[in-house]
């Protein structure tokens, strides 16, 4: 199961995925404008709605034997400066990434505990590490996911589970997120990672695939950072 499916880094995650012999299920608030072939299934779902993710849970798990790996993707942004924030916009972005991840991961990780197995893994954010101007709502969630990642890896590997959690916190990455960072901002965070560019999605998606599959079975409750070395 991976939300966020339609676009950008949750796309590139359906995409390895697939090449690696997975059946996939994307899910997302929107229809994907190309979407991928081979086994995957897409539904509709917004992730920051608690019924809905009841709902859609059942479907799958009717369709489905079992969920081996659950990839918490979809998120939002709106940024302001705080001191412009509104209510609405702190709680819009509360619902969808905090709460979002929430609202799955707790129906999908008692599963996995029973069946003893599972990796689930959620996107949080260099922003979340490292804080970030106009920024604080969303910083605040993803730094939250990381929280939630250490709490579920406790709580999911109790009595035998087997469940591993974990987190990684990707750098900027070329997605439709970037197209609202002005040109010269895009430069100057070039310019603070080691290796002088953003990320493609797919270099993403791999670390994704490593913690879904069994190259990591000995790593759990764990942020892997994957931005070309940011040091700010
Ligand atoms: N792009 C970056 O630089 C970057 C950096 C760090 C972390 N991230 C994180 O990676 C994840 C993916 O970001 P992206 O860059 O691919 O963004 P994107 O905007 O390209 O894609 C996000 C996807 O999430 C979906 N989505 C939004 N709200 C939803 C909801 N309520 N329910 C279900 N689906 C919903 C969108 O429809 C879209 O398909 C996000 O959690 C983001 O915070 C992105």
């Known amino acids: 199961m ?9 796309r590139a995650i359906c995409e390895v995925f697939l090449k690696n012999g997975a059946k996939v299920v994307g899910l997302d608030i929107s229809e994907p404008a190309e979407p991928l072939s081979g086994d995957i299934v897409y539904l509709k ?3 920051s709605s608690t019924g809905d993710c009841e709902q859609v849970y059942g479907e799958i798990v009717t369709r489905l034997e079992r969920i081996d790996i659950l990839v918490n993707c979809a998120g939002i942004t709106v940024d302001a400066m705080t001191k412009k924030m509104t209510e609405e916009q702190f709680d819009r972005v509360v619902a969808v990434n905090l709460k979002g991840t929430w609202n799955l991961t707790r129906l999908v990780g008692p599963a996995m505990q029973q069946q003893k197995s599972g990796s689930i893994i ?4 260099v922003v979340g590490v490292f804080g970030n101007v106009g920024q604080s709502n969303y910083a605040a969630t993803k730094a939250g996911v990381v929280g939630m990642t250490k709490s579920w890896a406790k709580e999911f590997s109790m ?7 974990n987190a990684i916190a990707p750098g900027y990455t070329m997605t439709d997120m970037m197209k609202t960072v ?3 901002i895009l430069e100057k965070i070039k310019g603070t990672t080691m290796l002088g560019r953003l990320a493609e999605p797919s270099e993403i998606a791999n670390a994704v695939l490593f913690l879904a599959s069994d190259l990591s079975t000995y790593v759990t409750g764990e942020l892997i950072n994957v931005n070309g070395g940011m040091r700010l």
Do not use: F, H
């Not at 991976?2 to 949750?10: M, P, R, Y």
């Not at 959620?122 to 954010?125: E, F, G, L, V």
């Open 122 to 125: 959620n996107i949080s954010s």
């Open 159 to 165: 009595k035998g589970g087997n469940v591993r959690v």
């Open 45 to 47: 779902l917004d992730v």
């Open 182 to 184: 002005p040109p010269d």
């Open 2 to 10: 991976v939300t966020g499916a339609a676009k950008g880094i949750g």
